[in-house]
């Protein structure tokens, strides 16, 4: 009896877990990077910035949704707001770019763990979701769907084929 045809060639599934990889570790880089700014940016600094970028913004439209938006988050972004922020950004990047190394290195124990605290994530972000409304938090989430069922099908995969422990 032959097996079945598999949906889609295992070269493109391994070749969209290691592109979703290294588009994840771009993020994680630059989450890292980014908990290392907000901590040492002032609240002055973020607001002179936001202030320039929505000036001209504000001039043409003083309703403007967006650019009253990022001019109010400006206003009151507190000092312990911003620990957390980079805290949580360095922290998040971190473990990210730590699992993904793990994973591109095709360590098997690396894949339940990445897909659990990749769960984890998206539980957190569908939790901040409910006060936030983003859309930028749902694609992100998507996002982390997908790798989590290309990583589980990875895992799968290797486990079959007798890879590396």
């Given at each position: 009896?032959?097996?079945?045809?598999?949906?889609?060639?295992?070269?493109?599934?391994?070749?969209?877990?290691?592109?979703?990889?290294?588009?994840?570790?771009?993020?994680?880089?630059?989450?890292?990077?980014?908990?290392?700014?907000?901590?040492?940016?002032?609240?002055?600094?973020?607001?002179?910035?936001?202030?320039?970028?929505?000036?001209?913004?504000?001039?043409?439209?003083?309703?403007?949704?967006?650019?009253?938006?990022?001019?109010?988050?400006?206003?009151?972004?507190?000092?312990?707001?911003?620990?957390?922020?980079?805290?949580?950004?360095?922290?998040?990047?971190?473990?990210?770019?730590?699992?993904?190394?793990?994973?591109?290195?095709?360590?098997?124990?690396?894949?339940?763990?990445?897909?659990?605290?990749?769960?984890?994530?998206?539980?957190?972000q569908l939790y901040r979701f409910t006060?936030?409304?983003?859309?930028?938090?749902?694609?992100?989430?998507?996002?982390?769907?997908?790798?989590?069922?290309?990583?589980?099908?990875?895992?799968?995969?290797?486990?079959?084929?007798?890879?590396?422990?």
């Amino acid at each position: 009896m032959s097996r079945p045809k598999p949906l889609f060639d295992e070269k493109i599934v391994h070749l969209a877990f290691q592109i979703s990889l290294i588009v994840k570790g771009i993020f994680a880089f630059s989450e890292i990077v980014g908990g290392i700014a907000t901590y040492f940016i002032s609240q002055r600094f973020l607001l002179n910035v936001i202030t320039a970028f929505t000036q001209n913004e504000l001039i043409e439209d003083p309703r403007d949704l967006v650019a009253n938006y990022l001019l109010h988050q400006a206003q009151h972004f507190s000092v312990s707001t911003k620990h957390f922020a980079a805290i949580y950004l360095f922290s998040h990047g971190l473990v990210k770019l730590w699992l993904i190394a793990g994973l591109l290195r095709e360590r098997l124990w690396y894949y339940p763990t990445a897909s659990i605290v990749f769960a984890l994530f998206i539980v957190y972000q569908l939790y901040r979701f409910t006060f936030t409304h983003s859309v930028m938090l749902l694609a992100l989430t998507l996002i982390d769907v997908m790798v989590i069922g290309l990583t589980w099908h990875e895992y799968r995969y290797l486990g079959r084929s007798g890879s590396r422990a």
